[in-house]
């Protein structure tokens, strides 16, 4: 069973930003919480991943909680391009992935 | 990151019938899975692709059902056998690898949409 829960579904006015919650409460200390998307009809995308500190790249931060039970993937302006079902995945790093059923994200102009 | 080649992108088939799907990667990678992604739904794990033995496969699925060939590093397939309408999803190979710079994780094939009428 997949390690994390996840909103359902979540709207977004566009050039806001979007703020994807994801509980992983059985989180172990050597697991990363990765982020996916996945745009209609194509493969999951990798977004960003972290341990224990918060990250940033040029697609999203993420913030996660001190206790790591929790985190949150920042879109910080986010557009028409960015509808697509976002997934939280938390692993060891090189074993497999167990997808929940993750958020999809409507960006409404 | 690693390019993946996945083969064909879409196909309808007849109940009954066998379809091959193939995975190609541009390097060489060691882990491989195979994933199946039912209409509405998210990823289900089907089986990792070993090279050189039997795959493994996840509960509720059978190597009957989805044999799987990995011969070397850079290439696999995923047979889905004697099909009827249930098997109708989109199948996505994915592999691990360098993914952004020097970070580590799973780059997944733009996938194989499968229709069974």
């Known amino acids: 069973d997949a390690k994390t829960t996840q909103p359902t579904s979540m709207d977004c006015a566009e050039g806001r930003a979007a703020n994807l919650p994801c509980n992983h409460s059985?989180?172990?200390?050597?697991?990363?919480v990765y982020w996916y998307r996945q745009i209609h009809s194509q493969g999951p995308q990798y977004i960003i991943h972290?341990?224990?500190n918060n990250e940033t790249n040029e697609m999203a931060s993420l913030i996660i909680t001190e206790d790591r039970k929790s985190s949150t993937l920042i879109l910080p302006h986010a557009t028409l391009r960015d509808t697509a079902v976002y997934y939280c995945?938390?692993?060891?790093?090189?074993?497999?992935?167990?997808f929940g059923t993750g958020t999809r994200l409507k960006v409404l102009a | 990151s690693a390019v993946i080649s996945q083969k064909p992108s879409r196909d309808i088939c007849q109940r009954g019938t066998s379809l091959t799907i193939q995975c190609q990667v541009d390097s060489q990678v060691t882990m491989m899975f195979w994933y199946r992604q039912q209409p509405g739904q998210s990823l289900t794990l089907i089986a990792t692709?070993?090279?050189?033995?039997?795959?493994?496969?996840e509960s509720g699925f059978v190597i009957d059902k989805f044999p799987i060939s990995r011969p070397n590093l850079t290439f696999s397939t995923l047979t889905v056998s004697n099909m009827s309408p249930e098997d109708s999803s989109i199948y996505l190979c994915s592999v691990l690898g360098a993914i952004s710079g020097i970070t580590y994780g799973y780059t997944f094939g733009s996938g194989t949409r499968l229709t069974v009428v």
């Open positions: 972290g341990l224990k």
């Open positions: 692709a070993n090279q050189g033995s039997e795959a493994t496969y």
């Open positions: 995945i938390v692993t060891s790093g090189t074993y497999k992935y167990i």
């Open positions: 059985t989180i172990s200390g050597n697991e990363y």
